[in-house]
């Protein structure tokens, strides 16, 4: 029977210390923590790389690291007006380089249009029209350099055939 009483206070102190435990943490106010030094000191080092990479005109690689030191600081307004800043130079640059490289395939230009189409891609690697763009400018030039090598392959041996009846 001690046994049995023992094992009871023990369940009903175990219960009640766990039921005041919770309480105690419920009540307690939870305030939000705040980055530690180390993270602070690398959001500092990605906004200097996100804002040497916008002044070289790197706009993807600037998004990049501004998402990151989002992510670290979290969200404010400056943070968020920059990265609007961002994108509409980017979608700017993407227009213009486009733009170019549609004039230089209609000029039958394809390596101001490859270049073009290659620098829309650096802005914004996610234009899919621009790699379709380009993969069709690499199976003309393909197509071109195998009929040029099956020309002067017929040719050669033309010559030869020419050569040994002679």
Not at 5 to 33: D, N, R
Not at 106 to 115: F, H, I, V, W
Not at 137 to 165: A, V
């Amino acid at each position: 029977m001690r046994q049995w009483q023992i094992i009871t206070t023990l369940i009903l102190f175990w219960f009640f210390s766990a039921c005041v435990v919770q309480k105690k943490i419920v009540q307690m106010p939870i305030e939000p923590k705040k980055p530690p030094v180390k993270l602070k000191v690398v959001a500092g080092v990605n906004r200097a790389k996100a804002q040497q990479f916008r002044k070289e005109g790197n706009l993807h690689y600037a998004a990049i690291q501004w998402r990151i030191v989002e992510s670290i600081e979290g969200a404010s307004d400056e943070i968020t007006r920059i990265q609007t800043e961002i994108m509409n130079e980017t979608v700017d640059q993407v227009s213009k380089y486009y733009a170019a490289a549609i004039s230089a395939l209609a000029k039958n230009n394809n390596d101001k249009a490859r270049l073009a189409l290659l620098k829309v891609l650096a802005a914004d690697p996610s234009q899919e029209a621009a790699v379709l763009q380009l993969r069709m400018i690499e199976k003309n030039l393909l197509r071109k350099i195998r009929s040029k090598n099956t020309k002067n392959f017929m040719r050669k041996n033309s010559l030869r055939g020419e050569k040994m009846k002679n």
